[in-house]
Every structure is written in C-alpha cells, then in structure tokens.
C-alpha cells in the first residue's frame, strides 16, 4: 500500500508538517508528563482510525518505557485499573475533543473541570495543543492513506 501523496515530496504539505511538528517539540518541553502526550496521542489515533499515527504513537511510548498492559488498555481506558486518575483526565478530555462533531455541546465543563483538577494552566495547555496536534496529524494521515507497520521508534528526530 502507498499513500496517495508523499508528504515529504510535496514542498507544500512538506512545509505544513514541518510547521506541525515544530509546534510538537513547544508540547516535549511542556510540563505535561510525556507518558500522558503519548496516551493522549496514541487514544485520539485509535479514534480517528490513523494507523500510521497509532503504529507511531505505540512504539514511540513503549520505547519510552510504557508497558504492553497500558497501551493495549487505552482503547478500553474506563474500564481499566492502570491509568491514574491524572490520565483519565486526559483521555475523557481527549476523547470530547477528538469527536466534537459527536456531540452538539462540544467538551462538556465536567471534563473540563475534571481534567483542571489534575493538571495547572499550562499543563491544560499543553493538553489542548497536544488533542489538536494529534488530530490534525490524523486527519492529514487519514486522507492520504499513509501506510502504517513500518514506523521505528525516534525516526523523525
């Protein structure tokens, strides 16, 4: 399988994700917990059904440290015990800000308020930049097809 277009090959998209990932290296120096980026990043893919994205995102957190048991239970985050409730937080938050489209209210307040219990102005910040990063990556992946299964950890830096 090839994607419909090759994202560095094409000096327009090629620009558009350079600027992309340059706003990627501003959340890496935030204060919010790499391991919740990379939940956060790895649930809004399953969602989206990037492949690419989710192939990425595992490898990149278990080659962080993360565990099998943690990234084979994001999909299925409410029903299971290793999350903290920090990274519940996250998920719900990620998960209302991934399917905006899904409910007419948008993020609820009570996720909102739920996720502020855990995390500062800036951390909250980062966490909303890290939902709209990923979603933008995913939906760019999404429309291209880019082939997932081939992705190795710390490829692109």
């Avoid at 278990?62 to 015990?81: D, K, M, Y």
């Avoid at 990923?134 to 692109?156: H, M, S």
């Amino acid at each position: 399988m090839n994607a419909r277009l090759d994202v560095f090959g094409s000096a327009t998209l090629g620009k558009v994700f350079k600027h992309v990932i340059a706003a990627g290296k501003v959340l890496e120096e935030s204060t919010l917990p790499a391991a919740t980026q990379e939940l956060v990043k790895l649930r809004a893919s399953q969602i989206n059904g990037c492949g690419f994205c989710t192939d990425m995102h595992s490898k990149d957190a278990a080659a962080a440290g993360e565990s099998s048991v943690r990234l084979n239970l994001v999909a299925a985050w409410r029903e299971a015990t290793v999350f903290t409730e920090a990274e519940r937080a996250a998920l719900e938050l990620t998960e209302q800000g991934t399917r905006i489209a899904d409910a007419a209210g948008g993020v609820t307040d009570e996720a909102w308020a739920n996720a502020a219990k855990h995390y500062d102005e800036e951390q909250l910040a980062a966490l909303v930049g890290a939902i709209a990063l990923i979603n933008a990556f995913n939906r760019a992946n999404v429309i291209i097809q880019q082939p997932a299964g081939d992705y190795q950890p710390g490829q692109f830096g």
